[in-house]
Each structure stands twice: as structure tokens, then as C-alpha cells.
């Protein structure tokens, strides 16, 4: 497995390794908040016993085995990393031009050491690929639902609650599919 490491740690940003961008489309992005959510129902999503005997992998398996038509792979973890690295020292960039605030702060002054701090934890990490308790804590915002069928998208969401819109638009099309169904 490809191992992404930082290449820079300064109290405000990490930085990944490599020049390009992720490959972390909508698609991944969505799946990988569905994976989180499947972490959510088993109750350990962001928990520390996911780093006990490799548990946080072995769900990670079981939901790839479960889920065959997810975009997600062992291999798109380095990537998925990357973005959430990406999306912290972009927040920091918000931050400190006043576009966004921390604990009620914007600006050069504010403490940025807890703004998304898993993240920073999972990259100085023994093993930064594994789906573990710091990787699993935060969803990406502004997702897509996209039709497994179809892969055309169904429902955008654009709420900072990745979840709210996803899960609502999800019980809306289950809605119509029924209601189709009893029409028919």
C-alpha cells in the first residue's frame, strides 16, 4: 500500500507528500461518508477501540465485502488522507482571512492546533492508512448521493452537516420509490 507521509508539520499546517491533487471525486466522497455512517451504526465511528487488534480495518473490509459497489479501496486511503489535509489547511486559510472563525476567533492570532487536530494526530500516526479512530471522525461536506445503478447523482447536499441532507434526500427518493411502487 502507498504510504503518504508529511513532508512539513508547523503548529498550523501539515502538509502531504506529492504535488498533485487527490483523486477523491464525490463519488468517494459520498461513499466514504456512507462507510462512516455504517461506523456510526455499529457505534464506533471516532473511537479508540478502533485501534484495538485491528478492528478499524476489519470494518473497513466487512463494509467493502458488504457494499461491492462502493468506489471505495484499500488504495484510496492515501488520497482520502490527503484531502482531509487539504480541507484542514484550507479551513486554516479561512480562518485567518476572517472568511471563517474557530471557537468564535478568526483571524493570524487564533490557536489552529485543535482545528481538525485527528488529522494531524492520524499523519504522525505509527500508520497513517489505517482506518482507525482519527480517520474516521469527520465526513466530507458538500457531498453527492449518486445512483449505484446509474452513477448519475440523485441528491446534492451543500449543508455543513454532510449527513442531514444526504440522509433526508435518502428517505425522500425510499418515499418515492414506494409511492411508485403502490401506483403501480
Request: zero cysteines.
Amino acid at each position: 500500500m502507498p504510504q503518504l507521509r508529511i513532508v512539513k508539520k508547523t503548529t498550523e499546517t501539515v502538509t502531504p507528500s506529492g504535488d498533485e491533487s487527490p483523486v477523491v471525486t464525490d463519488r468517494v466522497k459520498s461513499d466514504w461518508n456512507d462507510f462512516l455512517g455504517y461506523l456510526d451504526k455499529k457505534g464506533v465511528r471516532g473511537k479508540p477501540d478502533l485501534d484495538k487488534n485491528n478492528t478499524g480495518n476489519q470494518y473497513f473490509q466487512q463494509y467493502l465485502k458488504e457494499n461491492p459497489k462502493t468506489s471505495l479501496s484499500v488504495e484510496i486511503i492515501p488520497e482520502i488522507r490527503k484531502q482531509y489535509i487539504l480541507e484542514r489547511n484550507k479551513g486554516i486559510e479561512d480562518i485567518k482571512a476572517g472568511r471563517a472563525q474557530l471557537m468564535g476567533k478568526s483571524g493570524q492570532d487564533v490557536d489552529f492546533s485543535p482545528f481538525m487536530r485527528h488529522i494531524v494526530l492520524n499523519e504522525q500516526s505509527k500508520d497513517p492508512n489505517y482506518v482507525g479512530q482519527h480517520l474516521t471522525q469527520t465526513p466530507f461536506r458538500g457531498t453527492a448521493l449518486v445512483s449505484r445503478d446509474t452513477g448519475k447523482i440523485v441528491a446534492q447536499n451543500q449543508f455543513n452537516n454532510p449527513n442531514v441532507g444526504i440522509l433526508q434526500s435518502m428517505q425522500n427518493l425510499k418515499n418515492q420509490a414506494q409511492l411508485t411502487s403502490l401506483n403501480k
